[in-house]
């Protein structure tokens, strides 16, 4: 047993996978990150600015999508992704593009809902005084994200939380395919299931570093007053 | 704000490299296979001397025998390495598999806690084994997972004539076979498991084999050439190359080389 555990062989134990999942991991989720800053700060800007039937459903519908389980996700993109699916044709099934989807599915309603929150509080307060020095609603978005950057970013940090620690949506439309779609969570479940615990326990130090760092820069970010300037 | 942006433009930069590169490299095929040939180490293996030989580039989905079935009969495999005859007779008789391959054999054993409750250690006989367990309710940790494993484990108890389900020593956890033994190892309990995932697994802590050698134990590991014309969008040509070789001379020896702590797990025996 225990001279098992220090008898190492790397290559056996999985260890010299360690970089390529970590680099998978990150690029995968931050990828998925910027699709849904991108998607979830539109929805928010959408949702904040205008008016228009429906809206306060989909305010309602955005914020009840904060908790989507990601396995059910995971196998609803799958169903959609497979060959007999509607969107077979992609040949995106068991490749990092879907898990991306995914992870953006799962990431966008926090950026949004959390995004929401900040540009409607600065729109109330400033909104009337944009428009007034002469600003369209949508050109009056511009000094609103700026005023809001902090916070802003926050939600796009909690959104890369969400996609970074996941683990159900990925390891059903990735396969977790070694050296393809493995990421740390999916590496991290099948080392333990291996009864390989050391790489399991290193990859989940980084797994929790990353989301410790996050959530410390979401603290410091949010902690700071915001400098409103028009 | 800028610099966030920046971070997350480069990043995406980068997520999208590789993924171009991966789509733009030589024939890669999907692989559906049981665990077992992937946790033990087997496919690691054997599978860089197949591309070496072919430069076709085996993508591996390691599912249970029930889960790679149903994903090969989706059409998202295009080829598959299993272990439960009865399962695959079903597949091929629903029109999914065209020809089935035995490549190589290994066995099932059962493990338990050294105190051994059941006191089933030594024996050759896995009906009576089970009986003993049943009796002793001795805690016993079950796949569920419709697996090969999990499938022949039913076939046994029902040739006990018994039924576990529903009694509370009998732990139905719905998981790999890894996870089925981290399970019995933290509960001291009994399971069955397939040799090969048995010799690679590394945390035994108090478990070790108790029952083995009965031919009903016998695992055998067959690879299915899928049906062309009802799934189109396989890599017919690449996968037959797959199965070739595995049947073939380079890829049993390979598969025979493959050992662990001076124990081969796979025997090959493909039919020449």
């Known amino acids: 047993m225990w001279h098992s555990e220090f008898a190492y062989d790397p290559a056996a134990d999985g260890m010299d996978q360690f970089g390529p999942i970590v680099g998978l991991s990150l690029t995968v989720s931050l990828s998925a990150a910027l699709v849904a800053a991108v998607l979830g700060l539109g929805l928010a800007a959408l949702l904040a600015l205008t008016r228009f039937p429906g809206r306060r459903v989909l ?71 944009l428009q007034a020095s002469g600003a369209s609603r949508w050109q009056a978005l511009w000094p609103l994200l700026g005023m809001g950057r902090r916070a802003l970013a926050t939600a796009v940090l909690a959104g890369f939380g969400r996609t970074v620690s996941e683990v159900g949506a990925v390891l059903v439309v990735g396969g977790n395919i070694a050296g393809h779609t493995r990421t740390m969570t999916t590496a991290i479940a099948l080392e333990t299931s291996k009864g390989n615990l050391a790489l399991a326990l290193a990859l989940g130090m980084v797994l929790i570093g990353i989301s410790v760092a996050v959530s410390a820069t979401v603290l410091v970010l949010g902690g700071q007053p915001e400098r409103k300037r028009i | 704000m800028k610099h966030l942006v920046a971070a997350l433009l480069l990043a995406a930069g980068l997520a999208a490299a590789p993924v171009a590169a991966t789509s733009a490299r ?75 391959r035995e490549i190589a054999w290994n066995d099932f054993l059962i493990v338990g806690p050294k105190a051994d409750p059941a006191h089933i250690a030594g024996g050759k006989d896995a009906v009576a084994a089970l009986k003993a367990i049943y009796a002793a309710k001795a805690a016993f940790v079950s796949r569920g997972d419709a697996s090969g494993t999990d499938a022949l484990e ?14 509370d020593w009998y732990k139905d956890i719905g998981g790999g076979m890894g996870a089925a033994l981290n399970a019995a190892a933290g509960m001291e309990a009994v399971t069955l498991t397939d040799r090969g995932t048995w010799i690679s697994f590394r945390n035994k802590r108090d478990l070790v084999e108790q029952v083995s050698g009965d031919p009903k134990l016998i695992n055998r590991y067959d690879v299915i050439q899928l049906d062309p014309v009802r799934h189109p969008n396989i890599k017919r040509a690449a996968a037959a190359k797959f199965a070739e070789w595995l049947v073939g001379k380079e890829g049993q020896a390979a598969i025979g080389a493959y050992r662990l702590d001076g124990e081969t797990l796979f025997h090959p025996d493909a039919k020449p």
């Not at chain 1, 949004?112 to 400033?126: G, N, Q, S, T």
């Not at chain 2, 049981?34 to 293996?45: A, C, E, I, Q």
């Open chain 2, 26 to 100: 030589a024939e890669t095929i999907v692989l559906a296979s049981t665990t077992s040939v992937d946790n033990s180490g087997l496919l690691k293996h054997i599978l860089p001397v197949f591309t070496k030989a072919t430069g076709i580039e085996v993508k591996v989905l390691a599912q249970g025998t029930g889960q790679a079935l149903a994903t090969a009969a989706r059409g998202d495999a295009d080829i598959v390495l299993v272990h439960d005859p009865e399962a695959e007779a079903k597949f091929i008789a629903a029109g999914h598999g065209i020809l089935r």
């Open chain 1, 59 to 129: 305010v309602v519908a955005v914020n009840a999508l904060l908790g989507l389980p990601p396995v059910v996700v995971g196998l609803l993109l799958y169903l959609l992704l497979s060959h007999g699916g509607p969107l077979g044709g992609l040949g995106l099934l068991f490749t990092p593009g879907a898990m991306v989807a995914a992870q953006a599915i799962l990431a966008t309603p926090i950026v949004a809902a959390l995004a929401h929150r900040v540009l409607e509080a600065d729109w109330v307060e400033y909104g009337r005084a």
């Open chain 2, 154 to 167: 039913k076939r046994l108890w029902k040739a006990a004539g018994l039924n576990p389900a529903g009694q």
